[in-house]
Structures are given as C-alpha cells and as structure tokens.
C-alpha cells in the first residue's frame, strides 16, 4: 500500500502540471487574436483628423451651392410638369397658335441680335454662336424660323408634310453652306493662318464638316458639284418634285410667268405624244393618212357576206315613187350617271359646342347596395371555410369587380369553383371570376349593380382621351369597369355591324355613333348618308 500510494500522487501531480501547460499554449493564440481590434480601433482613432476650416468651408458653400440647384431644377420641373398638364387641356387650335407665336418671337429676338452691331455680353455670346455654326448664312436663320412659326400659324391641312420640308430645307442650307466654305478656301478651326473667324466668314462648322473631308481626297472641281447635287435634291424634296417630272415642272412656270393675262396652259396629259403635223401636198390640201375604224370595218365585212340582188326588171313606174327601205333604228347608248359633286359649304363651319350636351351624374365610388355584396362574399368564403377575404372593390357605371385576397396553401380553384354559390348568395346571374386580376395578387368577381350610374355621352366627350385625339370619325363608346373612358375609332373597325338583343342599347349606340361625328367632324370632312328601311329610327 506504501509503495502504491506514492505511484498513485507522483501520477496525480503530472497530469496537473500537464493541463497547466497544454492550457496556456491555447490561450496566447486567443490572447493573440484579441488585441488586434484594439489595435485596429487605436488605428482609426488616430487616423481621424480633424478637417481644416478652409476646406470645411468650401465643402459647406458646395453642399449649399448643390442643395440650391437641386431645388431650382426641382421647382423648374414641376412648374413644367403643372404648365404641361394644363396645356394639354387647351384647345389643339391654341397650342399651335402658341407655338407659333413663341417660334416668331425667338426669330425676332435673333434677328435683332445677328442682323446688327450686338451690344451687350449675351448679344456677342449669341451672335458669335451663331456664325461659328451657319456661317455667312447666319442672317438666314431668322427668315427659316419665321417661315416655321408661318407653318404654325396658318391651318394646318394647307401645310406641306413637316418631315419632307426638314429634310429638303435642311439638305439645301447644307450644301449650300459646303460650297460657300469650298469658294473660301475650306479654312479650318485652327492652324497657322486659320480660325474660327475665318471659318465665320464662310460656311461655318456646318461647311467645314460638309466639306473638309472630300476636299482631302478630291479636288475642288469635283466637290462643288457634289454639294451642288445635295443642294437641288434639297430644292426637289421641298417643291415634291421628282427628276422625271422636271421638265414638266418647268414648263409650268414658264407658262405661269410668261402667259398672257387670261390665258389657261392647255393641260398636259401624262403618257401621251403630241400628234404628228399633217403633211400637205402642193396645193396646200391636207393628206390624212388613214387609219382603222373597227366600227365601220365590221359593218363592211358584214355586208361583203350579204347575199346578192338581182334587179328585175324595170317597172313603168318611175323610179322616184318607189319606196326605199328605212335603215334600223340605232339602239341608244346607256344613259351614263354621273356623281354628284358635293360643293363645300361657303364661309368657315363651326362645329357645336360640347356643353350643349348634358353632363351626367357624378360617380359614386361606394353605395349600400356594394356593401350588402361585400357582405354576401365574405358569408360564403365563411360556409366553405376558405381561408380569404375580400380586400376591395372598384366600381364602375355598370359593373363593380371586387377583389379576394387568398390566404397561404389556399388553392385558386377553390374560389373559382364557387361561381354559382356566388351567384345565388349576390342574387345576380351574371357573375364573372378573373383569376387573378392581372396586375394583381388578387382574385376578381365582377358583379352587375344593383344602382347602376349613368353614363352621358357629353362627359365621354369633353374627356382628355376623346380630347386628344383629333380624328373625325373618333366616337365615344362609354365607360369600362374602372371607369376610364372608352372611345374609338370607326375608320379602324373590321366592320360596323351593331347586334344585340331587344334593349340591349342598339339603338341608343347607332345615335350615340351620330351625334359624335356630328359633334366632331365638319362636312368636309365627313359625309353622312341616313338610310332607314323599317322606318322606326328616322320615323317623323
């Protein structure tokens, strides 16, 4: 027992001092990953500076300078925003009158500053601008704008296709603004004896573009008659003239500026020849060569098959009493019938005023009779344990589509399946599931109305969607089940056929079609024939 209990404590007393030494060589490698946050902290604490004022300074004046521009760009853009609302509201005929008007001040204003001495640091800056771009045809900016703010102002079915005008005006000026810069030597912006005013004083940075890079690989002579040919396409793009009809083009000016007064050209028909001069023998008589009458021919070649007569012989009466066979009656031609033309009415048409219409109601956006039905949905989702609810409605004049929100694991055709239930709870036949309604996480029930709005046909008219659309033949439909407004277009429908049942609204569509085109269209552009075969809509 002696010698086994010092064994037993000389064990004991190793394995402490064993854990003591294990130990402490796992906790130098925490104790070694612990400081470095602290070193990294003192790092940023002494790394943090303190800014110096003048640079603190400036950086306040940039945040200020920034913050005020932010908010002018701001109200700028909702003055913009508020002024395009509101003119979009005005009459097509004012816009363009503005338009116009805006476009004529701003030639004015640049007239004044490049036609004359400028005076003043913003009449140099604008006048310089405008040299160094057009060159010396920077006095003809003034006259285009003005002619566009006359296109503007003037009605716009006597106006020419904008785009054809841009691109010929724009092709003339171009190439006419190359062979100026061309004539002057082609200077260029910058190099040793050139400039920007030299570039000025012939075709501007529009010439130099135009002709800097042909005239580095062709010469001069070859050049000029390129822009030439850019310049008079522009001239047959503006004047709708195309090549072959040039001829004909310049002989109706020259008959336009060298007829006598009272004199109409004859007109020329296209695809014919003139007729060849007659000749005349010596005594000055016509020779007409002859030609072919099938008409005649075939009446000869008829009579050359015609049995012979064999005359009798001579009677004693004389030959001045005998009666001569009378030729057939010819048959007359077919009277042809010809078209009226309708002659546009004398003086300016005013079209109706839209307030001789009567306004309708005002839409209600919820009544008892949708609350009742709200109800009525949420008892059956309740009956069948579905685990949804009815979240909204939207309603419209006639129709009201109220939304279901699904719980979670609920399937969609749980509600669906449910349409006759609905019906039966709602007390109407015409029930309509949308599932879902898209846009949404939601699924739809429309229902009929009980208390249904009328809908006036002034209200659909005078709306911005029938407003904005300047088309004759636009007519106002009515209103959908969120209570936009519905108009089309009968020029785009596949065909015009209203069917329905009895009280349906035939009858009321047909005179709703009518008193749009009435309202809108004038007779020359839209022509209407009534035709009436029962007599029951046009009956006086």
């Not at 790394?47 to 300074?57: A, C, E, F, L, Q």
């Not at 209103?479 to 009280?503: C, F, Q, S, W």
Request: aromatic share 4%; proline share 9%; with cysteine.
């Amino acid at each position: 027992m002696a010698t086994r209990t010092p064994k037993s404590s000389s064990k004991g007393p190793a394995k402490r001092s064993a854990s003591p030494r294990s130990t402490p060589a796992k906790r130098p490698a925490a104790a070694a990953g612990r400081p470095r946050p602290k070193a990294s902290a003192a790092g940023r604490k002494s790394s943090v500076t303190h800014p110096d004022p003048i640079s603190w300074v400036f950086t306040m004046i940039g945040k200020l300078v920034v913050g005020l521009w932010m908010l002018l760009a701001n109200g700028i853009g909702s003055t913009a925003r508020a002024l395009g609302k509101n003119a979009r509201e005005l009459d097509p005929a004012h816009r363009r009158d503005g338009v116009g008007l805006s476009v004529l001040a701003g030639a004015i204003v640049l007239a004044a500053m490049t036609w004359r001495t400028p005076e003043g640091a913003v009449s140099s800056v604008v006048n310089t601008a405008v040299h160094a771009v057009f060159g010396s045809l920077a006095w003809a900016l003034p006259l285009l704008l003005g002619l566009l703010s006359w296109r503007y102002l003037r009605h716009p079915d006597q106006n020419a296709d904008t785009g054809r005008m841009v691109i010929g005006w724009s092709a003339l000026m171009v190439g006419v603004l190359g062979v100026i810069h061309v004539a002057n030597d082609t200077p260029y912006p910058a190099g040793e004896g050139q400039g920007m005013d030299k570039v000025s004083a012939a075709g501007g940075m529009i010439g130099f573009i135009v002709s800097a890079p042909p005239m580095s690989i062709l010469p001069s002579w070859i050049t000029i008659p390129l822009l030439l040919l850019l310049s008079g396409f522009g001239v047959l793009v503006i004047t709708a003239t195309p090549v072959h009809r040039i001829p004909e083009r310049l002989s109706e000016l020259k008959h336009m500026l060298f007829e006598r007064h009272g004199e109409q050209p004859a007109p020329r028909v296209p695809g014919k020849r003139k007729p060849r001069a007659k000749k005349t023998d010596g005594e000055g008589v016509e020779t007409v060569k002859p030609y072919d009458t099938p008409v005649i021919a075939e009446k000869d070649k008829l009579a050359d098959h015609s049995p012979e007569i064999v005359p009798g012989l001579v009677d004693e009466e004389p030959a001045s009493l005998e009666r001569k066979p009378e030729p057939p009656q010819p048959t007359p031609a077919p009277r042809k019938v010809e078209q009226l033309v309708l002659s546009p009415q004398a003086g300016p048409y005013s079209l109706p005023d839209l307030q001789f219409l009567k306004p309708g109601t005002a839409p209600k956006p919820q009544t008892k009779a949708n609350t009742t039905v709200v109800n009525a949905l949420t008892s059956v989702l309740e009956q069948f344990t579905i685990d949804a609810q009815v979240i909204g409605f939207t309603r419209g004049p006639t129709v009201t589509r109220y939304e279901i929100e699904l719980g979670p694991a609920v399937k969609v055709e749980k509600v669906t399946a449910l349409t006759k239930n609905i019906a039966y709870a709602v007390k109407s036949a015409d029930v309509r599931i949308l599932s879902p309604i898209p846009g949404k996480s939601a699924i739809g029930v429309e229902i009929p109305n009980a208390d249904k709005d009328l809908v006036a046909l002034g209200d659909v008219l005078r709306s911005q969607v029938a407003q904005a659309d300047h088309h004759p033949m636009i007519v106002g439909l009515g209103k959908d089940v969120e209570g936009r407004t519905i108009v089309a277009n009968l020029a785009k429908m596949p065909h015009l056929l209203i069917a329905g049942a009895t009280g349906a609204g035939k009858s009321v569509c047909v005179n709703g079609l009518i008193t749009s085109i009435l309202m809108r269209a004038t007779p020359d552009e839209v022509r209407m024939v009534l035709v009436d075969p029962k007599r029951v809509e046009l009956s006086v």
